[in-house]
């Protein structure tokens, strides 16, 4: 009988191949996941100036991705990490983000989520930090507010 892992790992695929992305598929994965509203040309400019992505497939149809910039010596923060909601609670998200951390070698890495997926990142082996503040502006700044993601600072 195979174990959990080689089901996650002979239903998924990951690739760092930005080449062969749909853009336009990866926005719609976003925005199924109520994550973020993005055109897919920006979602391609930062993923193209990332230090390391990695894209997710099932059956050759794209199904999550996740990225991360870095400094490339001290820091590397992990951003856009999303699966595609009929394939979230599979362990995909999970195979996705061990192939991401595997091609980051830095002892500092970082990453932003949306509040409810703490436990999620926690299991990863992340831990809550104390010392990082966020700077938004604009629509980003309500969003944010909204969501949960930043807090108003007392006086």
């Keep these: 009988m195979q174990d959990q892992d080689e089901i996650i790992q002979s239903s998924y695929t990951l690739s760092d191949d930005i080449t062969a992305i749909d853009w336009w598929r990866l926005a719609h994965i976003y925005a199924e996941a109520n994550l973020f ?19 997710m497939f099932n059956k050759g149809k794209l199904v ?10 001290y820091y590397v923060t992990v951003f856009d990490v999303c699966v595609d909601p009929a394939h979230q609670g599979s362990g995909a998200g999970r195979f996705l983000m061990e192939g991401l951390l595997a091609k980051l070698p830095f002892e500092r890495i970082f990453l932003t989520s949306v509040p ?23 629509p980003a700044l309500d969003t944010a507010l909204q969501r949960g993601v930043l807090v108003q600072a007392d006086g």
């Design 37 to 55: 509203d993005r055109k897919p040309f920006d979602i391609a400019r930062a993923f193209n100036a990332s230090y390391a992505s990695v894209f």
């Design 64 to 73: 999550g991705a996740a990225r991360a910039v870095s400094d490339g010596v």
């Design 116 to 138: 409810d997926k703490k436990g999620f990142y926690g299991r990863l082996g992340f831990l809550p930090q104390t010392n990082a503040m966020g700077l938004y502006s604009g």
